[in-house]
Protein backbone atom coordinates (compact mmCIF):
# COMPACT_ATOMS: atom_id res chain seq x y z
CA UNK A 1 0.00 0.00 0.00
CA UNK A 2 0.83 3.26 -0.74
CA UNK A 3 1.77 5.72 1.79
CA UNK A 4 0.40 9.67 2.01
CA UNK A 5 2.93 11.88 4.00
CA UNK A 6 1.81 15.30 4.99
CA UNK A 7 4.59 17.90 5.09
CA UNK A 8 3.77 20.85 7.66
CA UNK A 9 5.64 23.08 4.17
CA UNK A 10 4.71 21.41 0.95
CA UNK A 11 1.45 19.70 2.37
CA UNK A 12 0.44 15.68 1.24
CA UNK A 13 3.16 14.39 -0.92
CA UNK A 14 3.89 10.27 -1.60
CA UNK A 15 6.42 8.59 1.03
CA UNK A 16 9.06 7.54 -1.87
CA UNK A 17 9.80 11.63 -1.77
CA UNK A 18 10.84 10.82 2.14
CA UNK A 19 13.04 9.66 3.92
CA UNK A 20 11.59 7.85 7.13
CA UNK A 21 13.98 8.59 10.41
CA UNK A 22 13.05 6.33 12.95
CA UNK A 23 10.94 5.92 15.79
CA UNK A 24 10.42 9.16 18.11
CA UNK A 25 12.83 8.25 21.24
CA UNK A 26 12.57 11.64 22.93
CA UNK A 27 15.88 13.45 23.28
CA UNK A 28 19.66 12.29 22.71
CA UNK A 29 20.49 11.54 26.89
CA UNK A 30 22.79 13.46 28.27
CA UNK A 31 26.53 12.56 27.74
CA UNK A 32 27.73 12.79 31.40
CA UNK A 33 25.60 9.76 33.04
CA UNK A 34 25.38 7.99 29.42
CA UNK A 35 26.19 4.41 29.60
CA UNK A 36 26.94 1.65 26.99
CA UNK A 37 23.67 0.40 27.61
CA UNK A 38 21.35 3.94 27.48
CA UNK A 39 23.48 4.92 24.77
CA UNK A 40 22.31 1.59 23.07
CA UNK A 41 19.01 1.38 23.42
CA UNK A 42 18.58 5.03 22.14
CA UNK A 43 20.36 4.47 18.80
CA UNK A 44 19.67 0.63 17.86
CA UNK A 45 16.55 -0.23 20.27
CA UNK A 46 13.30 -0.03 18.59
CA UNK A 47 9.58 -0.82 19.99
CA UNK A 48 7.91 -2.20 16.89
CA UNK A 49 4.49 -0.77 17.45
CA UNK A 50 2.02 -2.51 15.66
CA UNK A 51 -0.28 0.38 16.01
CA UNK A 52 -0.06 4.02 16.11
CA UNK A 53 3.43 4.95 16.87
CA UNK A 54 5.14 8.54 16.71
CA UNK A 55 8.22 8.60 14.34
CA UNK A 56 10.79 11.32 12.42
CA UNK A 57 10.72 11.78 8.21
CA UNK A 58 12.67 14.47 6.40
CA UNK A 59 10.92 15.48 3.22
CA UNK A 60 14.57 14.67 1.19
CA UNK A 61 13.01 15.31 -2.42
CA UNK A 62 11.23 18.16 -1.28
CA UNK A 63 11.69 20.73 1.11
CA UNK A 64 14.72 19.37 3.32
CA UNK A 65 12.50 19.46 6.48
CA UNK A 66 12.50 17.13 9.38
CA UNK A 67 9.34 16.61 11.05
CA UNK A 68 7.23 13.89 13.09
CA UNK A 69 3.79 12.53 12.41
CA UNK A 70 1.82 9.36 13.75
CA UNK A 71 1.18 6.55 12.08
CA UNK A 72 -0.23 3.54 12.51
CA UNK A 73 1.96 0.92 10.99
CA UNK A 74 -0.90 -1.72 10.74
CA UNK A 75 -3.01 -0.13 7.79
CA UNK A 76 0.10 2.82 6.75
CA UNK A 77 -2.37 5.76 7.39
CA UNK A 78 -1.18 8.83 8.66
CA UNK A 79 -2.75 9.44 11.48
CA UNK A 80 -3.88 13.31 12.54
CA UNK A 81 -4.53 13.30 16.47
CA UNK A 82 -3.85 10.07 17.99
CA UNK A 83 -3.99 11.44 21.83
CA UNK A 84 -7.68 13.05 20.63
CA UNK A 85 -8.91 10.02 19.64
CA UNK A 86 -7.92 7.89 22.78
CA UNK B 1 -11.91 -35.70 -6.50
CA UNK B 2 -9.15 -33.84 -4.52
CA UNK B 3 -11.53 -33.45 -1.98
CA UNK B 4 -12.11 -37.23 -1.43
CA UNK B 5 -8.39 -38.04 -1.23
CA UNK B 6 -7.88 -34.71 1.77
CA UNK B 7 -10.69 -36.44 3.48
CA UNK B 8 -9.15 -40.72 3.17
CA UNK B 9 -5.65 -39.51 3.58
CA UNK B 10 -4.22 -38.82 8.00
CA UNK B 11 -3.13 -35.38 8.43
CA UNK B 12 0.39 -34.84 8.35
CA UNK B 13 0.16 -33.08 12.19
CA UNK B 14 -2.03 -33.92 15.01
CA UNK B 15 -4.84 -31.63 16.42
CA UNK B 16 -4.29 -32.28 19.79
CA UNK B 17 -5.96 -31.24 23.06
CA UNK B 18 -3.93 -27.99 24.58
CA UNK B 19 -2.00 -29.07 27.73
CA UNK B 20 -1.96 -27.01 31.13
CA UNK B 21 1.80 -28.16 30.95
CA UNK B 22 4.38 -28.19 28.68
CA UNK B 23 8.22 -28.24 29.40
CA UNK B 24 8.76 -25.82 26.41
CA UNK B 25 6.33 -23.78 24.59
CA UNK B 26 7.51 -22.26 21.03
CA UNK B 27 5.75 -18.77 20.07
CA UNK B 28 5.09 -19.38 16.21
CA UNK B 29 4.81 -22.09 13.59
CA UNK B 30 7.57 -20.83 11.34
CA UNK B 31 10.74 -22.35 10.31
CA UNK B 32 12.64 -21.52 13.12
CA UNK B 33 9.89 -22.66 16.04
CA UNK B 34 8.89 -25.69 14.03
CA UNK B 35 12.95 -27.05 13.34
CA UNK B 36 13.51 -26.34 17.40
CA UNK B 37 10.70 -28.35 18.15
CA UNK B 38 11.61 -30.85 15.79
CA UNK B 39 15.10 -31.48 16.86
CA UNK B 40 14.32 -30.92 20.74
CA UNK B 41 12.00 -34.09 20.22
CA UNK B 42 14.01 -35.83 17.92
CA UNK B 43 18.25 -34.97 19.63
CA UNK B 44 17.04 -34.57 23.33
CA UNK B 45 14.05 -36.53 23.95
CA UNK B 46 11.93 -33.42 24.82
CA UNK B 47 8.86 -34.06 23.79
CA UNK B 48 6.46 -32.62 26.39
CA UNK B 49 6.38 -29.13 23.76
CA UNK B 50 3.94 -27.32 22.40
CA UNK B 51 4.23 -24.99 19.11
CA UNK B 52 1.78 -21.90 18.96
CA UNK B 53 0.83 -20.56 16.09
CA UNK B 54 -1.66 -18.15 15.73
CA UNK B 55 -2.72 -18.63 12.08
CA UNK B 56 -1.91 -21.76 10.73
CA UNK B 57 2.00 -23.00 10.56
CA UNK B 58 3.23 -21.29 7.26
CA UNK B 59 1.54 -18.59 8.06
CA UNK B 60 4.48 -16.27 8.28
CA UNK B 61 7.62 -15.81 6.38
CA UNK B 62 7.78 -19.62 5.74
CA UNK B 63 5.15 -19.76 3.89
CA UNK B 64 6.03 -16.35 1.82
CA UNK B 65 9.63 -17.29 0.64
CA UNK B 66 11.40 -17.58 -2.23
CA UNK B 67 13.42 -20.68 -0.51
CA UNK B 68 16.92 -18.97 -1.50
CA UNK B 69 19.46 -21.54 -0.13
CA UNK B 70 23.69 -20.52 0.42
CA UNK B 71 26.48 -20.04 2.76
CA UNK B 72 28.69 -17.60 1.40
CA UNK B 73 28.30 -15.19 3.71
CA UNK B 74 30.35 -12.43 4.55
CA UNK B 75 31.56 -12.96 8.02
CA UNK B 76 33.33 -15.58 10.32
CA UNK B 77 31.19 -15.36 12.72
CA UNK B 78 27.36 -16.23 10.20
CA UNK B 79 29.25 -18.35 8.13
CA UNK B 80 29.42 -21.65 9.64
CA UNK B 81 26.28 -21.59 10.87
CA UNK B 82 24.80 -21.29 7.25
CA UNK B 83 27.04 -23.65 5.82
CA UNK B 84 25.74 -26.46 8.26
CA UNK B 85 22.75 -25.26 7.14
CA UNK B 86 23.03 -26.16 3.93
CA UNK B 87 24.74 -29.13 4.68
CA UNK B 88 21.24 -30.49 6.11
CA UNK B 89 18.83 -30.15 3.35
CA UNK B 90 20.09 -33.58 2.00
CA UNK B 91 20.04 -35.28 5.86
CA UNK B 92 16.62 -33.82 6.62
CA UNK B 93 15.16 -34.66 3.32
CA UNK B 94 16.28 -38.30 4.24
CA UNK B 95 15.67 -37.94 8.16
CA UNK B 96 12.11 -36.29 7.51
CA UNK B 97 11.14 -39.00 4.93
CA UNK B 98 9.49 -36.04 3.06
CA UNK B 99 11.15 -34.46 -0.67
CA UNK B 100 11.79 -31.23 0.08
CA UNK B 101 12.95 -30.75 -3.24
CA UNK B 102 16.59 -29.24 -2.90
CA UNK B 103 17.75 -28.11 -5.99
CA UNK B 104 21.14 -27.16 -5.90
CA UNK B 105 21.70 -25.45 -9.36
CA UNK B 106 24.11 -23.02 -7.69
CA UNK B 107 23.86 -19.00 -7.05
CA UNK B 108 25.47 -16.34 -9.30
CA UNK B 109 25.56 -13.15 -7.55
CA UNK B 110 25.81 -10.44 -10.35
CA UNK B 111 28.23 -7.19 -9.89
CA UNK B 112 28.77 -3.86 -11.25
CA UNK B 113 31.70 -2.11 -10.56
CA UNK B 114 35.07 -2.93 -9.98
CA UNK B 115 34.43 -1.94 -6.53
CA UNK B 116 32.04 -4.47 -5.99
CA UNK B 117 33.96 -6.79 -7.32
CA UNK B 118 36.99 -6.14 -4.99
CA UNK B 119 34.42 -6.67 -2.01
CA UNK B 120 33.41 -9.93 -3.50
CA UNK B 121 36.84 -10.94 -3.77
CA UNK B 122 36.89 -10.40 0.30
CA UNK B 123 33.65 -12.71 0.51
CA UNK B 124 35.19 -15.33 -1.75
CA UNK B 125 38.51 -15.62 0.48
CA UNK B 126 36.40 -15.63 3.62
CA UNK B 127 33.97 -18.42 1.98
CA UNK B 128 36.99 -20.73 1.04
CA UNK B 129 38.47 -20.53 4.22
CA UNK B 130 35.43 -21.50 5.56
CA UNK B 131 35.53 -24.49 3.48
CA UNK B 132 32.39 -23.06 1.48
CA UNK B 133 32.86 -23.05 -2.14
CA UNK B 134 32.86 -20.26 -3.88
CA UNK B 135 34.26 -18.39 -6.85
CA UNK B 136 35.30 -15.11 -8.86
CA UNK B 137 34.01 -15.22 -12.35
CA UNK B 138 34.30 -12.97 -15.28
CA UNK B 139 31.09 -11.48 -17.30
CA UNK B 140 32.11 -14.32 -20.29
CA UNK B 141 31.76 -17.34 -17.67
CA UNK B 142 28.47 -15.82 -16.76
CA UNK B 143 27.12 -15.94 -19.99
CA UNK B 144 28.46 -19.31 -20.34
CA UNK B 145 26.60 -20.36 -16.68
CA UNK B 146 23.26 -18.52 -17.81
CA UNK B 147 23.10 -18.06 -21.27
CA UNK B 148 19.87 -15.98 -20.84
CA UNK B 149 21.52 -13.25 -19.16
CA UNK B 150 22.40 -10.01 -21.02
CA UNK B 151 26.26 -8.85 -20.40
CA UNK B 152 26.35 -5.89 -22.78
CA UNK B 153 27.48 -2.86 -22.29
CA UNK B 154 24.12 -1.53 -23.31
CA UNK B 155 22.18 -1.66 -19.75
CA UNK B 156 22.27 0.16 -16.99
CA UNK B 157 24.33 -1.23 -14.80
CA UNK B 158 26.51 -3.75 -17.21
CA UNK B 159 27.35 -7.02 -15.48
CA UNK B 160 31.46 -7.27 -15.08
CA UNK B 161 31.35 -10.72 -13.07
CA UNK B 162 29.78 -12.64 -10.51
CA UNK B 163 30.29 -14.60 -7.09
CA UNK B 164 29.43 -17.80 -8.07
CA UNK B 165 28.60 -20.49 -5.22
CA UNK B 166 28.03 -23.48 -7.10
CA UNK B 167 26.57 -25.40 -3.42
CA UNK B 168 23.78 -23.06 -3.03
CA UNK B 169 20.29 -23.40 -4.67
CA UNK B 170 16.57 -23.19 -4.13
CA UNK B 171 13.78 -25.82 -1.86
CA UNK B 172 10.17 -26.17 -2.06
CA UNK B 173 9.30 -24.07 1.24
CA UNK B 174 6.42 -25.08 2.09
CA UNK B 175 8.00 -28.79 2.40
CA UNK B 176 10.20 -27.81 4.68
CA UNK B 177 7.29 -26.69 7.02
CA UNK B 178 5.33 -29.74 6.44
CA UNK B 179 8.34 -32.34 6.22
CA UNK B 180 9.11 -30.31 10.05
CA UNK B 181 5.70 -30.40 11.04
CA UNK B 182 4.95 -33.64 10.49
CA UNK B 183 8.12 -35.46 12.05
CA UNK B 184 7.54 -32.85 14.88
CA UNK B 185 3.89 -34.17 15.64
CA UNK B 186 5.04 -37.55 15.51
CA UNK B 187 7.81 -37.52 17.97
CA UNK B 188 4.92 -35.98 20.21
CA UNK B 189 5.50 -31.96 19.74
CA UNK B 190 2.20 -30.84 20.10
CA UNK B 191 1.35 -28.37 17.44
CA UNK B 192 -1.61 -25.78 18.20
CA UNK B 193 -3.13 -23.76 15.34
CA UNK B 194 -4.93 -20.89 16.17
CA UNK B 195 -3.48 -20.29 19.18
CA UNK B 196 -2.16 -16.51 19.76
CA UNK B 197 0.32 -15.99 22.69
CA UNK B 198 -1.52 -12.84 24.41
CA UNK B 199 1.29 -12.55 26.89
CA UNK B 200 3.89 -14.12 28.82
CA UNK B 201 4.06 -14.87 32.60
CA UNK B 202 7.41 -13.99 34.43
CA UNK B 203 8.27 -14.32 38.40
CA UNK B 204 11.62 -14.13 40.20
CA UNK B 205 13.12 -13.58 36.77
CA UNK B 206 12.00 -17.17 35.54
CA UNK B 207 9.46 -17.94 32.74
CA UNK B 208 6.53 -19.52 34.45
CA UNK B 209 3.62 -19.61 31.77
CA UNK B 210 2.20 -18.65 27.95
CA UNK B 211 -1.57 -17.04 28.08
CA UNK B 212 -2.96 -17.68 24.87
CA UNK B 213 -6.58 -17.13 23.54
CA UNK B 214 -7.05 -21.16 24.02
CA UNK B 215 -5.95 -20.42 27.33
CA UNK B 216 -3.23 -20.60 29.72
CA UNK B 217 0.11 -22.84 29.83
CA UNK B 218 2.10 -23.51 32.65
CA UNK B 219 5.60 -23.81 31.62
CA UNK B 220 9.43 -22.84 32.58
CA UNK B 221 10.84 -22.70 28.93
CA UNK B 222 9.62 -19.90 26.29
CA UNK B 223 10.80 -19.52 22.81
CA UNK B 224 10.46 -16.31 20.95
CA UNK B 225 10.08 -17.41 17.32
CA UNK B 226 7.61 -15.29 15.94
CA UNK B 227 8.85 -13.88 12.97
CA UNK B 228 7.99 -10.40 11.48
CA UNK B 229 6.11 -9.78 15.48
CA UNK B 230 9.03 -11.22 17.61
CA UNK B 231 10.21 -7.59 18.12
CA UNK B 232 6.39 -6.40 19.09
CA UNK B 233 5.39 -9.18 21.17
CA UNK B 234 8.87 -9.07 23.39
CA UNK B 235 8.16 -4.84 23.68
CA UNK B 236 4.97 -5.37 24.57
CA UNK B 237 4.45 -8.78 26.91
CA UNK B 238 8.38 -8.35 28.35
CA UNK B 239 9.17 -5.26 28.00
CA UNK B 240 12.36 -5.86 26.01
CA UNK B 241 12.66 -3.72 22.86
CA UNK B 242 15.25 -5.46 20.30
CA UNK B 243 16.93 -4.11 17.74
CA UNK B 244 14.81 -4.77 15.03
CA UNK B 245 12.76 -2.60 11.90
CA UNK B 246 9.74 -4.60 10.58
CA UNK B 247 9.30 -4.06 7.26
CA UNK B 248 7.20 -4.89 4.32
CA UNK B 249 9.05 -7.64 1.41
CA UNK B 250 7.40 -8.36 -1.51
CA UNK B 251 8.04 -11.01 -4.44
CA UNK B 252 6.32 -12.40 -7.24
CA UNK B 253 6.53 -15.13 -10.01
CA UNK B 254 5.82 -15.10 -13.88
CA UNK B 255 3.84 -17.43 -15.84
CA UNK B 256 5.44 -21.03 -16.23
CA UNK B 257 8.02 -21.12 -19.08
CA UNK B 258 10.49 -23.88 -20.73
CA UNK B 259 13.11 -24.44 -18.92
CA UNK B 260 15.74 -21.09 -19.32
CA UNK B 261 17.36 -19.92 -16.24
CA UNK B 262 19.19 -23.15 -14.23
CA UNK B 263 21.22 -20.83 -11.82
CA UNK B 264 19.85 -18.11 -8.47
CA UNK B 265 21.27 -15.49 -10.08
CA UNK B 266 20.90 -11.67 -7.98
CA UNK B 267 21.98 -8.48 -8.63
CA UNK B 268 22.71 -5.82 -5.91
CA UNK B 269 22.04 -2.82 -8.39
CA UNK B 270 19.24 -3.81 -9.72
CA UNK B 271 17.95 -4.76 -6.68
CA UNK B 272 16.59 -8.18 -7.66
CA UNK B 273 17.33 -11.62 -7.83
CA UNK B 274 15.24 -14.54 -9.96
CA UNK B 275 15.60 -18.22 -10.73
CA UNK B 276 13.44 -20.58 -12.33
CA UNK B 277 11.27 -23.13 -9.96
CA UNK B 278 10.59 -26.51 -10.84
CA UNK B 279 7.44 -25.18 -12.21
CA UNK B 280 8.95 -23.22 -14.65
CA UNK B 281 7.66 -20.29 -12.75
CA UNK B 282 10.47 -17.14 -12.40
CA UNK B 283 9.93 -16.48 -8.72
CA UNK B 284 11.37 -13.15 -8.36
CA UNK B 285 12.18 -10.48 -5.60
CA UNK B 286 12.77 -8.41 -3.23
CA UNK B 287 11.35 -5.46 -3.06
CA UNK B 288 11.35 -3.96 0.75
CA UNK B 289 9.33 -0.72 1.97
CA UNK B 290 11.45 1.93 2.95
CA UNK B 291 9.83 2.31 6.70
CA UNK B 292 8.59 -0.18 8.69
CA UNK B 293 4.79 -1.39 8.59
CA UNK B 294 3.13 -4.08 9.16
CA UNK B 295 0.63 -4.44 6.08
CA UNK B 296 2.36 -7.34 4.12
CA UNK B 297 0.62 -5.38 1.39
CA UNK B 298 2.13 -5.72 -2.51
CA UNK B 299 2.75 -2.17 -4.51
CA UNK B 300 2.51 -1.33 -8.41
CA UNK B 301 5.38 0.64 -7.68
CA UNK B 302 7.52 -2.42 -7.07
CA UNK B 303 5.79 -4.01 -10.10
CA UNK B 304 7.23 -1.88 -12.19
CA UNK B 305 10.88 -1.57 -11.08
CA UNK B 306 11.01 -5.60 -10.84
CA UNK B 307 10.14 -5.19 -14.90
CA UNK B 308 12.47 -2.65 -15.73
CA UNK B 309 15.16 -4.55 -13.99
CA UNK B 310 14.21 -8.23 -15.36
CA UNK B 311 13.79 -6.75 -19.01
CA UNK B 312 17.38 -5.32 -18.79
CA UNK B 313 19.42 -8.53 -16.87
CA UNK B 314 17.41 -10.83 -18.57
CA UNK B 315 15.78 -9.69 -21.99
CA UNK B 316 13.98 -13.10 -22.91
CA UNK B 317 11.53 -12.17 -20.47
CA UNK B 318 10.22 -9.06 -22.01
CA UNK B 319 6.54 -9.79 -22.40
CA UNK B 320 6.73 -12.04 -20.32
CA UNK B 321 3.36 -12.49 -17.38
CA UNK B 322 3.66 -11.74 -13.78
CA UNK B 323 1.47 -14.39 -12.28
CA UNK B 324 1.40 -14.23 -8.42
CA UNK B 325 2.81 -11.45 -6.55
CA UNK B 326 2.78 -11.34 -2.47
CA UNK B 327 4.48 -9.83 0.39
CA UNK B 328 5.32 -10.48 3.81
CA UNK B 329 7.51 -9.39 7.19
CA UNK B 330 11.33 -9.32 7.29
CA UNK B 331 12.69 -8.55 11.01
CA UNK B 332 16.35 -6.37 9.96
CA UNK B 333 18.84 -6.26 12.38
CA UNK B 334 21.06 -3.30 12.07
CA UNK B 335 24.01 -5.65 11.22
CA UNK B 336 21.95 -8.39 8.89
CA UNK B 337 22.19 -10.85 11.48
CA UNK B 338 19.85 -12.62 14.06
CA UNK B 339 19.48 -12.67 17.77
CA UNK B 340 19.99 -15.99 19.22
CA UNK B 341 20.05 -15.74 22.78
CA UNK B 342 18.47 -17.37 26.08
CA UNK B 343 18.65 -17.89 29.71
CA UNK B 344 20.15 -13.81 29.97
CA UNK B 345 17.52 -11.48 30.94
CA UNK B 346 15.12 -14.03 31.76
CA UNK B 347 15.69 -17.49 33.19
CA UNK B 348 14.18 -20.31 30.33
CA UNK B 349 13.20 -17.32 28.32
CA UNK B 350 14.50 -18.04 24.61
CA UNK B 351 14.95 -15.46 21.22
CA UNK B 352 15.33 -16.49 17.56
CA UNK B 353 14.38 -13.73 15.71
CA UNK B 354 15.76 -10.92 13.17
CA UNK B 355 16.25 -12.96 10.51
CA UNK B 356 15.21 -10.21 8.14
CA UNK B 357 15.14 -12.39 4.75
CA UNK B 358 17.16 -14.81 5.52
CA UNK B 359 15.85 -16.92 7.82
CA UNK B 360 14.79 -19.71 5.20
CA UNK B 361 18.35 -21.00 4.38
CA UNK B 362 19.35 -20.85 7.83
CA UNK B 363 16.43 -22.42 9.64
CA UNK B 364 18.01 -26.30 9.92
CA UNK B 365 21.32 -25.34 11.72
CA UNK B 366 19.57 -22.88 13.67
CA UNK B 367 16.80 -24.72 15.11
CA UNK B 368 19.87 -27.49 15.69
CA UNK B 369 21.46 -25.70 18.13
CA UNK B 370 18.37 -23.36 19.77
CA UNK B 371 17.11 -27.18 21.02
CA UNK B 372 20.34 -27.91 22.12
CA UNK B 373 21.17 -24.53 24.02
CA UNK B 374 16.98 -25.09 25.30
CA UNK B 375 17.61 -28.61 26.59
CA UNK B 376 20.66 -28.22 28.26
CA UNK B 377 20.49 -24.47 28.83
CA UNK B 378 24.07 -24.16 27.92
CA UNK B 379 24.68 -21.77 24.28
CA UNK B 380 26.92 -23.24 22.30
CA UNK B 381 30.15 -21.42 20.73
CA UNK B 382 28.48 -21.24 16.69
CA UNK B 383 25.37 -19.20 18.58
CA UNK B 384 27.11 -17.32 20.88
CA UNK B 385 28.30 -14.09 18.47
CA UNK B 386 24.56 -13.88 17.87
CA UNK B 387 23.33 -12.84 22.02
CA UNK B 388 21.28 -9.37 21.67
CA UNK B 389 24.21 -7.93 23.96
CA UNK B 390 26.24 -7.38 21.38
CA UNK B 391 24.38 -3.97 20.47
CA UNK B 392 25.21 -2.31 23.74
CA UNK B 393 28.83 -4.09 23.09
CA UNK B 394 30.00 -2.32 20.25
CA UNK B 395 30.33 -5.74 18.78
CA UNK B 396 28.27 -5.70 15.31
CA UNK B 397 28.82 -7.79 12.62
CA UNK B 398 29.72 -6.87 9.06
CA UNK B 399 27.02 -8.64 7.05
CA UNK B 400 26.26 -5.19 6.43
CA UNK B 401 28.04 -5.43 2.53
CA UNK B 402 24.93 -7.13 1.51
CA UNK B 403 22.74 -4.05 2.69
CA UNK B 404 19.95 -2.46 0.99
CA UNK B 405 18.20 0.21 1.53
CA UNK B 406 16.10 -1.12 4.26
CA UNK B 407 16.78 1.88 7.29
CA UNK B 408 17.43 5.22 8.22
CA UNK B 409 20.88 4.66 8.78
CA UNK B 410 22.33 3.75 5.57
C1 LIG C 1 8.86 -12.31 0.23
C2 LIG C 1 9.90 -12.99 1.08
C3 LIG C 1 10.99 -13.62 0.48
C4 LIG C 1 11.95 -14.26 1.26
N1 LIG C 1 12.95 -14.95 0.64
C5 LIG C 1 13.85 -15.64 1.38
C6 LIG C 1 14.84 -16.44 0.73
O1 LIG C 1 14.87 -16.54 -0.50
N2 LIG C 1 15.74 -17.09 1.51
C7 LIG C 1 15.72 -17.01 2.88
O2 LIG C 1 16.60 -17.59 3.54
N3 LIG C 1 14.77 -16.29 3.52
C8 LIG C 1 13.83 -15.61 2.80
N4 LIG C 1 12.86 -14.88 3.44
C9 LIG C 1 12.89 -14.78 4.91
C10 LIG C 1 12.27 -15.96 5.64
O3 LIG C 1 11.00 -16.28 5.09
C11 LIG C 1 12.11 -15.60 7.12
O4 LIG C 1 13.33 -15.11 7.62
C12 LIG C 1 11.69 -16.82 7.92
O5 LIG C 1 10.39 -17.23 7.55
C13 LIG C 1 11.75 -16.54 9.40
O6 LIG C 1 11.33 -17.70 10.08
P1 LIG C 1 10.66 -17.59 11.48
O7 LIG C 1 10.36 -18.97 11.92
O8 LIG C 1 11.50 -16.72 12.34
O9 LIG C 1 9.31 -16.77 11.24
P2 LIG C 1 8.00 -17.10 10.38
O10 LIG C 1 8.27 -18.14 9.38
O11 LIG C 1 7.47 -15.80 9.91
O12 LIG C 1 7.01 -17.70 11.48
C14 LIG C 1 6.57 -16.94 12.58
C15 LIG C 1 5.19 -17.42 12.98
O13 LIG C 1 4.83 -16.83 14.23
C16 LIG C 1 3.44 -16.65 14.24
N5 LIG C 1 3.07 -15.71 15.29
C17 LIG C 1 3.21 -14.35 15.28
N6 LIG C 1 2.72 -13.81 16.41
C18 LIG C 1 2.26 -14.84 17.17
C19 LIG C 1 1.63 -14.92 18.46
N7 LIG C 1 1.38 -13.82 19.20
N8 LIG C 1 1.30 -16.14 18.93
C20 LIG C 1 1.54 -17.26 18.20
N9 LIG C 1 2.12 -17.24 16.98
C21 LIG C 1 2.47 -16.05 16.47
C22 LIG C 1 3.14 -16.17 12.83
O14 LIG C 1 1.78 -16.34 12.49
C23 LIG C 1 4.09 -17.02 12.00
O15 LIG C 1 3.47 -18.17 11.48
C24 LIG C 1 11.86 -14.23 2.69
C25 LIG C 1 10.78 -13.59 3.29
C26 LIG C 1 9.79 -13.00 2.51
C27 LIG C 1 8.62 -12.35 3.20
ZN1 LIG D 1 8.36 19.52 2.30
Redesign the interface.
Known sequence: ???IIRCPICGKRS??EF????EDKGPRPDEDSLT??S???YV???????GIQKE?WCHRDGCGLWFTIHRD????LEVQHPEAQS | MGFLMLKKNKRFWQRVALQSHYDAVIIGGGLHGLATAYFLARQHGMTNVAVVEKEYIGFGGAGRNTAIVRANQRTPENIPLYREALELWPVLTEELDFNLMFNNCGNLNLMHSEAAMNAARMNVATAQFHGVESHLIDARQCKELVPALNISEDITFPIIGAMYHPPGGILRHDAVVWGLAKSASRLGVHIHQHTETTSIGVENHKIVSVDTNRGKIYTPRVLLAAGGYSAAISYAMLGIKLPISVLTIQAMVTQPLKPILDHVVSSGAYHAYANQTLKGEIATGAHMDPWPNYTTHTTAYYIKHQAEALAELLPCLRGVKFMRHWAGLADMTPDMAPILDGNDLIEGYYMDCGWGYFGFKSCAATGKYMAQFMASGQCSDILKPFALRRFAQHRLMGETAALVNYSPDN
Open positions: MSLAYRYGGPEWCDHMNQCVAWTINN
